[in-house]
């Protein structure tokens, strides 16, 4: 499956309660987000199973604001409903799929106990 312009209209109804989303958060004027396109792109072709979600903070504003976007590009993931993954900057390809592998593998049985041990 190929990459989805998000935007406040859809996002809702691409978020999922199991599995994995990337979203990529960019601006049609920045270099390093013109960079990393084709990656995330190549990305999102490849892993048919990961919703793939770019979203242009230019036309987005209140979705980057939500997701306390600062600086671009900016990778988020959300596995099982929950943000794994928080990094501005661009990633080369291979260090991309490293890190699509890593979200695959993480242990969200882990994950949901320590956030609720941090929240006693």
């Not at 599995?19 to 960079?35: E, Q, S, T």
């Not at 793939?52 to 903070?57: A, E, R, V």
Request: proline fraction near 3%.
């Amino acid at each position: 499956m190929a990459y989805i312009n998000l935007n406040a209209d859809n996002f809702n109804a691409h978020m999922k309660e199991e599995g994995l989303v990337i979203l990529d958060f960019w601006a049609p004027w920045c270099g390093p987000c013109k960079m990393f396109g084709p990656t995330f792109d190549a990305a999102s072709e490849k892993h048919a199973d990961i919703v793939f979600g770019k979203i242009n903070t230019e036309d987005e504003r209140d979705l980057a604001t939500h997701f306390n976007i600062r600086s671009i590009p900016t990778l988020i993931a959300i596995k099982d409903g929950i943000m794994v993954f928080n990094q501005a900057g661009a990633m080369m390809a291979a260090q991309f799929e490293q890190l699509i592998q890593g979200l695959r593998e993480l242990n969200m049985d882990k994950v949901r106990a320590d956030i609720a041990s941090q929240q006693e």
